[in-house]
């Protein structure tokens, strides 16, 4: 949506903003419908940063506080929802951060990454290793969760803006306040990743892989 | 903490890739431009390392796909609402509980973007593409909510055939990747298909137009909430068009579709676009909301409404999935008071509530079909003015009676409703309520059983045999045995009477087309002064076909008048006593509720 259009035009066309400008105006029913339907996509967000369902919630309820505390000074500029990904965005960075300097005992297996893995607990197979048709979802969901913890904050943050609510590059930018070339950068350097960490893991249907596939030649 | 935007990446950001590295991702994100996409499409389909890397790339990150989709506890709205400040939230948790109840919630109808971005993946109901789990199933495209697409797509081909998520056959086409960089080609339809491609998200969960008309009671989703005020809807309603990625995806899960699917589809588009207009309107709407319902349950929720074998059955699992829902969020005492009654108590105490609910919402559905009016707090046509209250209530008495049961040609009901909205237009103040007024007068109106015909200028109309003293063909029906049994229910009552004395007289054929004017007034003269003054008028306005037409009619009663009222509607005139006071297209206009209402002007 350009920035040239007048707020009512813009507003018309997009109904989360209407529903904002509600809340702006310190309509409590509205408040109410915005966490109604923004609950599903920030606390989902949310658990896939923080890798933990409370934390998640916890992190979620405050972004919505943030914005009803804020609301006088919302002004309908973009999309509502990069307004409100941005709160997002910079709370969970935050929450992170504290994390890091006061480290708590992880509570679920996908926050054991950071602190390398927990005694008994298989790392990801080697480059090549294709694991047993029998690995059963769960494992395969705590492996896809370690991949994830183990990019960077803003990796993380940004592939999962990407990843889930395909943003692309220019809105993941304005959500992050980053250039859209540092986002590029961001994105790349966390995919490479991924793959490094889920190799092992995508051919695991027992379908060859395409020619070349196992070899890596860079 | 503040970002320097430009910040260079630190240590655990990982080595910069490759050029070629970074553009091959920029790719598979869709951020190349054109030129640049399809440099990189040739390189592509010239190195078969290079396809294998990219191939890597896209399945890793399709893995993603794979993490459980959280989904915040149900008592989210509530906790957060809590922590308001304390004014706001006293207001804001009493709003929670209509926002949270889905028969009230208005959501859905605002977020056609929700539908329209985000149910691109929802697979088509009933199981036809997943039932055979060998068949093939649509490629997992990128949609804006892979979730979305995750929940649907697996759990109907995959939990829903019991494999679970790991059944090789899910596990194939979950995998699926097109061998080839992404050829445009491959998403072109037949122009005849794109609205049905467009509509597709909306298609995708309705079996047939049935269907969807069973889902319009108010059990389902037939509470669709008006636009927000202040707008106005001048266009027909219209869901938001996919754009470029998003349509590329919906037209390739539409061709990978089942023939007899596809035609399934077409069908539906087809009826819809067949109906008339308003009808239609309110149709997109109730799939808007019913998608959106849709993609806001939980997974095995969906689940159960997607597989659900038949159309009937589905419609149970809806049933069923919204009762829960409605229970789950009465307010907390209520579900208090339910959880300390036995079972058989609880039961009768939800039908209580679901019809005091019924209630409110007939109530609300009144006021939201003239919202203009509930919202400025002004009476509707034509009772701004106070000539106009006085005439129309004049009118209402006069031709129906209300008052006066030995006059009164109205059922019970309708005396009891016509009563009670004049009581309710007699309130004092802002309490006054003009609109049921103003619909019954219409409605009545509108039934021929209460048809009106204008009384004679002496103010003694026909209403028992007395009046017909010296009438030679009226005599000599009364003295038969019949007719008299079948007259005398209509004994004071105008025109009732009239017209089952000329019933009679036809059916035994004593008066033929003669003399039926000592039934009632059918010449201009015959008139009450007011009613002259508008043939007058028409006599003015009408061409010379309706003038004949009128001139043929006079000396026969009741071709006369119904002639007369005819004249006087295509002329958008009312004749006094017998159509309610005021331009009927104005009468049509704000009480006819099977269109749309006019909408009102913004800021009015």
Redo the contacts between chains.
């Keep these: 949506m350009s920035i040239g259009q007048s707020s009512s035009q813009m507003a018309?066309r997009?109904?989360?903003i209407?529903?904002m400008l509600?809340v702006r105006d310190?309509d409590?029913?509205a408040?109410?419908?915005l966490?109604?339907?923004f609950?599903?996509?920030l606390?989902?967000i949310m658990?896939?940063i923080v890798g933990s369902?409370d934390e998640?919630?916890d992190l979620?309820?405050e972004v919505?506080?943030r914005v009803?505390r804020i609301r006088k000074k919302y002004s309908p500029k973009a999309k509502f929802s990069t307004w409100l990904f941005t709160i997002a965005n910079?709370l969970a960075?935050?929450a992170l951060?504290n994390r890091k300097r006061r480290p708590v005992l992880p509570l679920e297996v996908g926050e054991s990454a950071q602190f390398g893995p927990r005694p008994g607990e298989n790392s990801v197979p080697d480059r090549g290793e294709t694991p047993s048709?029998g690995?059963?979802?769960k494992e395969?969901?705590d492996v896809?969760?370690r991949?994830?913890d183990g990019l960077?904050?803003?990796?993380r943050v940004a592939?999962v803006l990407?990843?889930?609510?395909?943003m692309?590059?220019a809105e993941i930018a304005d959500v992050?306040?980053?250039?859209t070339k540092?986002v590029?950068?961001?994105?790349?350097?966390?995919?490479?990743?991924?793959?490094e960490?889920?190799?092992g893991?995508?051919?695991?249907?027992?379908?060859p892989?395409?020619?070349?596939?196992s070899e890596?030649?860079? | 903490m503040p970002i320097d935007p430009n910040s260079s990446p630190r240590e655990d950001d990982g080595p910069e890739p490759s050029p070629a590295e970074a553009e091959l991702i920029a790719y598979l994100d869709g951020e190349l431009d054109p030129p640049a996409a399809r440099k990189l499409e040739a390189k592509l389909a010239a190195d078969p390392k290079l396809r294998a890397r990219a191939e890597a790339l896209k399945r890793s990150y399709d893995l993603l796909d794979f993490l459980p989709k959280p989904e915040p506890t149900s008592t989210f709205t509530t906790r957060t609402l809590e922590k308001l400040p304390p004014v706001a939230a006293a207001s804001a948790a009493s709003a929670a509980v209509t926002a949270v109840n889905p028969a009230t919630t208005p959501g859905p109808r605002s977020t056609p973007g929700i539908v329209a971005t985000s149910l691109s993946g929802v697979p088509v109901a009933g199981d036809a593409p997943h039932s055979n789990p060998s068949a093939p199933v649509v490629a997992f495209p990128r949609t804006r909510r892979p979730w979305v697409w995750a929940a649907g797509i697996l759990v109907a081909a995959g939990l829903a055939l019991g494999t679970g998520y790991i059944g090789t056959g899910a596990v194939r086409s979950y995998f699926l990747l097109p061998s080839a960089p992404r050829d445009t080609t491959a998403y072109a339809i037949p122009l005849a298909d794109l609205r049905v491609v467009e509509h597709l998200p909306l298609y995708a969960a309705v079996d047939d137009l049935d269907f969807l008309d069973r889902l319009a009671s108010p059990d389902f989703f037939g509470e669709d909430p008006l636009p927000p005020e202040g707008l106005t809807l001048p266009h027909p309603v219209e869901p938001e068009k996919p754009v470029g990625h998003q349509f590329d995806q919906l037209a390739k899960t539409f061709r990978e579709l089942a023939p007899d699917q596809q035609e399934k589809m077409r069908e539906l588009d087809h009826q819809l676009y067949e109906l008339e207009p308003a009808r239609r309107d309110r149709s997109v709407r109730l799939l808007e909301s019913y998608a959106a319902w849709l993609y806001r349950l939980p997974d095995h929720d969906r689940k159960a409404v997607l597989s659900a074998p038949s159309a009937e059955k589905r419609l149970g699992v809806i049933r069923d999935v919204r009762n829960g829902h409605w229970v789950e969020n009465l307010p907390a005492e209520q579900r208090k008071q339910l959880k300390s009654q036995p079972a058989a108590e609880r039961a009768v105490l939800i039908a209580q509530w679901r019809a005091q609910e019924d209630f409110r919402r007939e109530g609300w559905q009144s006021a939201r079909a003239h919202w203009e009016f509930v919202r400025t707090g002004k009476p509707p046509w034509p009772f701004q003015d106070d000539r106009m209250k006085k005439e129309v209530l004049e009118f209402a008495t006069a031709a129906y009676h209300p008052d006066d049961l030995k006059r009164c040609r109205l059922t019970t009901a309708d005396r009891e409703r016509l009563v009670e909205a004049i009581k309710e237009s007699q309130e004092v103040g802002e309490k006054a309520y003009w609109f049921p007024l103003g619909k019954v007068i219409y409605e009545f109106s509108k039934k021929p059983q209460y048809e009106l015909l204008p009384e004679p200028a002496n103010g003694k109309p026909v209403v028992n045999y007395p009046d017909l003293d010296g009438w030679e063909a009226a005599q000599k029906l009364f003295a038969r045995p019949l007719p008299k049994a079948k007259i005398n229910p209509h004994i004071g009552k105008w025109p009732d009477f009239a017209l089952e004395v000329l019933a009679e007289l036809n059916r035994t054929k004593l008066a033929g087309n003669t003399g039926s004017y000592h039934l009632g007034p059918c010449r201009a003269v015959d008139f009450k002064e007011d009613v002259r003054r508008v043939i007058l008028d028409l006599q003015k306005k009408s061409t010379p076909a309706e003038a004949k037409a009128l001139k043929d009619a006079e000396g026969k009663w009741p071709d006369y008048p119904r002639e007369l009222a005819r004249l006087a509607r295509a002329h958008d005139m009312s004749v006094p006593g017998v159509m309610p006071p005021g331009p009927p297209s104005m009468w049509e206009k704000t009480y006819n509720t099977t269109t749309r209402p006019p909408a009102p002007k913004a800021g009015g």
């Design positions: 018309l997009d109904p989360d209407r529903l509600r310190d409590a029913a408040f109410a419908e966490v109604e339907r609950q599903h996509r606390v989902g658990h896939h369902a998640a919630e979620a309820q919505f506080l009803y910079n960075l935050n951060r048709h690995l059963r979802h395969l969901t896809i969760r991949a994830l960077g904050e803003r990796q592939i990407n990843k889930f609510e395909d692309n590059y992050m306040g980053l250039t540092a590029k950068s961001l994105l790349s350097r966390a995919r490479m990743k991924l793959r960490a889920l190799q893991y995508i051919y695991m249907d027992g379908e892989p395409p020619d070349g596939g890596e030649d860079e």
